[in-house]
């Protein structure tokens, strides 16, 4: 998947980080289908922040594209849901784990 305007934020040195948040048409965030266009943020030396990403999505973004730079805003039910994902993520970002 291609948005249109990514390839002008990726030559500025400005902004350092692109918030994504998709259109309601279009596949959620946390979905695979836009993991490519994640790691091309990342490569070009970008952070991104995702949101809203589901907590059964939220780990298998991060194993696919990294920790490193990587933003999300989880939409959980309850703050105990939160801390559980967030526990899970701080322990994959603890092993290094990137793309």
Do not use: C, M
């Given at each position: 998947m291609d948005v249109w305007f990514l390839r002008q934020l990726?030559?500025?040195?400005?902004?350092?980080?692109?918030?994504?948040t998709p259109d309601p048409s279009s596949p959620p965030a946390g979905d695979p289908s836009w993991?490519?266009?994640?790691?091309?943020?990342?490569?070009k030396g970008k952070s991104v922040w995702i949101?809203?990403?589901?907590?059964?999505?939220?780990?298998p973004l991060l194993r696919a594209v990294?920790?490193?730079?990587?933003?999300?805003?989880?939409a959980t039910g309850s703050a105990g849901e939160l801390l559980r994902v967030e526990a899970k993520a701080r322990n994959l970002a603890g092993r290094g784990r990137r793309a």
């Open positions: 990726l030559v500025v040195v400005l902004p350092s980080a692109v918030e994504f993991y490519p266009l994640y790691r091309r943020i990342l490569e949101a809203p990403v589901l907590p059964d999505e939220a780990l990294g920790t490193e730079g990587v933003y999300l805003t989880v």
